[in-house]
Nanobody, 123 residues
Framework: QLVESGGGSVQAGGSLRISCTAS????????MGWFRQAPGKAREGVAG??????GTYYAESVKGRFTISRDKNTMYLQMNSLKPEDTAMYYC?????????????????????WGEGTQVTVS
């Protein structure tokens, strides 16, 4: 089970940190990721992190602004310099760290477990 928290409304240029708490799902064998989906758009990968936390990956649109991290059973996404186009429902996901994950981390079909999402609105 994955549960997101920390979403909210913020002005452009501001910061937010969202969290994903895992129970009974993730361990060191699971890679994890943050995805987002805006109304009328496809779900897109925002950031991914390897099982041990040593490998992190980002979409070009958020590089330099977002930071993904994980600690024990919680994964975080620190979002700085937020833009209106970052407005979306943000989902956390967990899945197996298959060999190709480092090059396919952004694909939703690679994850088995999903949270319900937390809304981030930037105005």
């Amino acid at each position: 089970q994955l549960v997101e928290s920390g979403g909210g409304s913020v002005q452009a240029g501001g910061s937010l940190r969202i969290s994903c708490t895992a129970s009974g799902v993730t361990d060191r064998r699971h890679c994890m990721g943050w995805f987002r989906q805006a109304p009328g758009k496809a779900r897109e990968g925002v950031a991914g992190i390897s099982a041990g936390g040593g490998g992190t990956y980002y979409a070009e649109s958020v590089k330099g602004r977002f930071t993904i991290s994980r600690d024990k059973n919680t994964m975080y996404l620190q979002m700085n310099s937020l833009k209106p186009e970052d407005t979306a429902m943000y989902y956390c996901a967990a899945g197996g760290c298959w060999g190709a994950w480092t090059t396919t981390w952004y694909q939703p079909q690679g994850y088995n477990y999903w949270g319900e999402g937390t809304q981030v609105t930037v105005s």
